[in-house]
């Protein structure tokens, strides 16, 4: 456990861990094989989860996890797949992809790593960025208002989507099984602390 805990990549002081670890138990609680089981990540600070896990796994393009999944899905729809992606990615350059997806309501987990901001780029506002924020990208102050993750999906037809905080590990992997269990589309959005950049 402490050898996995130092390995995993990521901001002193940051809980990205627990999001995690959360998937990771949440799947064995299920009982699910390891044969059975496919974690996707897309692009953002911890998108090297998914090499920390004895699954099938794939690091793909920033924003190209949903495409990357549901082929999976389709080719093998006896498999669970996992799909982690982060806030500027999934809200942002390729909100088509989750829009389309959700409409589609093909049987994958969608979890999103909801920052609130660029962090890999180096500090720029996200989709989610709240107003009034300084960021590199808007010095003075963030004039623009933020996306709603669940009204999104919900606008989408999507009927699983919630959005809790990494704070509370428990409630994360329960409604992460709830999310494997549900036969279709399921979405949940992470709002992390992030504790390097979040400054709000
Ligand atoms: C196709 C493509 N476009 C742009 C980039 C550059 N890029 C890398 S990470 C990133 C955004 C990161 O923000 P977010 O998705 O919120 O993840 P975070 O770093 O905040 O965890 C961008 C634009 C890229 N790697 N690939
Ligand atoms: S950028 Fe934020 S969320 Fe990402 S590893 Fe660092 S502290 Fe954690
Ligand atoms: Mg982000």
Same mark, same amino acid.
């Given at each position: 456990? %402490?050898?996995?805990?130092?390995?995993?990549? %990521? =901001?002193?002081?940051?809980?990205?861990?627990?999001?995690?670890?959360?998937?990771?138990?949440?799947?064995?609680?299920?009982?699910?094989?390891?044969?059975?089981?496919?974690?996707?990540?897309?692009?953002? =600070?911890?998108?090297?989860? #998914?090499?920390?896990?004895?699954? !099938?796994? #794939?690091?793909?393009?920033?924003? %190209?996890?949903?495409?990357?999944?549901?082929?999976?899905?389709? /080719?093998?729809?006896?498999?669970?797949?996992? #799909?982690?992606?982060?806030?500027?990615?999934? !809200?942002?350059?390729?909100?088509?992809?989750?829009?389309?997806?959700? %409409?589609?309501?093909?049987?994958?987990?969608?979890?999103? =790593?909801?920052?609130?901001? !660029?962090?890999?780029?180096?500090?720029?506002?996200?989709?989610?960025?709240?107003?009034?924020?300084?960021?590199? #990208?808007?010095?003075?102050?963030?004039?623009?208002?933020?996306?709603?993750?669940?009204?999104?999906?919900?606008?989408?037809?999507?009927?699983?989507?919630?959005?809790?905080?990494?704070?509370?590990?428990?409630?994360?992997?329960?409604?992460?099984?709830? /999310?494997?269990?549900?036969?279709?589309?399921?979405?949940?959005?992470?709002?992390?602390? =992030?504790?390097?950049?979040?400054?709000?």
């Amino acid at each position: 456990m %402490r050898t996995w805990l130092t390995k995993f990549q %990521r =901001c002193p002081g940051c809980w990205d861990y627990l999001i995690h670890l959360a998937i990771k138990q949440a799947v064995q609680e299920l009982q699910i094989p390891k044969y059975n089981m496919v974690y996707v990540t897309w692009i953002g =600070c911890n998108s090297k989860m #998914s090499q920390y896990l004895d699954w !099938y796994w #794939s690091e793909t393009l920033h924003g %190209r996890g949903l495409p990357f999944a549901t082929g999976i899905k389709l /080719a093998n729809p006896d498999l669970t797949v996992i #799909s982690v992606a982060w806030d500027g990615d999934s !809200y942002g350059i390729w909100l088509g992809h989750l829009l389309h997806s959700a %409409r589609r309501n093909i049987n994958l987990v969608h979890i999103v =790593c909801n920052n609130e901001n !660029y962090w890999l780029t180096t500090w720029q506002a996200s989709p989610t960025t709240p107003v009034d924020i300084k960021t590199k #990208s808007t010095p003075d102050w963030n004039s623009i208002k933020p996306l709603d993750p669940i009204w999104l999906l919900q606008s989408a037809w999507c009927e699983f989507t919630y959005s809790l905080p990494d704070k509370d590990i428990k409630w994360l992997k329960e409604k992460i099984k709830e /999310a494997i269990q549900y036969p279709w589309f399921a979405h949940i959005d992470v709002q992390q602390q =992030c504790p390097s950049w979040k400054t709000w």
